[in-house]
């Protein structure tokens, strides 16, 4: 099993026409549906709201294949981001987070140790940046990702993080990863003046195992062990980007698991990399064809 943890909360999207749809989001919680649409046993690790959104989140977690038992429920609203779509389909966010149901995962909500069953634990987004599910979380990796593959996936917004502070915490936070994946914009903001092979060896020479940097409708670039490899992204009609990064994550993260990779001293060859990018970057591009975060199923993917 893959645990999936972090914020699941409300996409607030405007239309073209002036309104506003409310659409299930948030990184981990696309993360966790995308990886159980792709057949991975996967469980949501995060904090719901009791409210009408939270109801709706769990049950579209449950629908798509998603085990609960590791999520809380309280009676905090729902965490609500507001998503401007430009005209080429790329989405800015604006977070209304205080007092909400996503940053109130405490110590107290998570189980003395996961199962071993649990062989990977992923997480990013605002999981590093809200309290107390920060400090939660951070603790949880120190504590249970010995032995586990970790994947992390920054997914850095500007304007909400704590400069300083939160860069202490990415770096804790690395340090315990296996996997790093990353946009070139999250990579510029932590390594500013790195090209990006630059910042890929920076985080290599930390520890990491693999770092893969989402390049968007270029595709990906991927670094592991001495492998440096770009492949492109299947061409498509672009919806919107909403929840892309987070389908190319999980689909990172399914290739491993369908073929026994799925382990703290991750080794690929260089082939098999190449297939886990091209693999990855399909389930993005899928995405993107499609409103909302809609990640693909199984059944559309080679």
């Known amino acids: ?26 990184g981990p919680f696309n993360t966790a549906r995308a990886l159980a649409r792709l057949a991975v046993p996967t469980a949501f690790l995060g904090h719901l709201s009791d409210d009408v959104f939270g109801r709706q989140m769990a049950s579209l977690l449950i629908s798509d294949g998603v085990s609960l038992e590791l999520t809380s429920i309280g009676p905090e609203p729902s965490t609500i981001a507001i998503a401007d779509v430009d005209s080429e389909g790329f989405a800015e966010y604006q977070f209304l987070v205080e007092d909400t149901s996503a940053p109130n995962l405490t110590p107290e909500m998570l189980p003395e140790h996961l199962g071993a069953d649990v062989k990977a634990l992923h997480l990013g987004t605002l999981g590093l940046v ?11 990796i120190g504590r249970e990702g010995g032995g586990r593959l970790v994947m992390l996936d920054p997914n850095i917004r500007l304007g909400l993080i704590p400069d300083a502070e939160y860069r202490d915490r990415l ?5 315990h990863s296996t996997i790093v994946k990353a946009s070139e914009g999250d990579l510029a903001w932590l390594f500013p003046g790195l090209d990006r092979e630059q910042a890929a060896d920076r985080l290599l020479s930390a520890g990491v195992s693999m770092v893969v940097i989402t390049l968007g409708a270029q595709g990906a670039f991927g670094a592991h062990r ?12 672009v919806v919107d ?13 399914a290739w491993l698991h369908d073929h026994n990779a799925i382990r703290p001293d991750l080794c690929l060859e260089p082939e098999e990399l190449k297939q886990a990018l091209d693999y ?4 993005g591009a899928l995405t993107c064809t499609r409103a909302g975060a809609d990640p693909p199923w199984k059944r559309e993917m080679p």
Do not use: K, W
Not at 241 to 253: E, V
């Open 280 to 283: 990855s970057c399909l389930a």
């Open 1 to 26: 099993m893959i645990v999936v943890c972090g914020e699941a909360l409300i996409d607030q999207i405007h239309n073209g026409d002036g309104t506003q749809r409310a659409v299930p989001g948030g």
């Open 171 to 175: 770096n804790t936070a690395i340090s």
């Open 130 to 140: 809200l309290e107390p599910m920060a400090y939660t979380l951070l603790d949880l």
């Open 241 to 253: 980007t909403i929840g892309a990064g987070d389908a190319f994550g999980a689909a990172l993260l």
């Open 226 to 237: 001495g492998s440096r490899m770009t492949v492109a992204a299947p061409q498509v009609e």
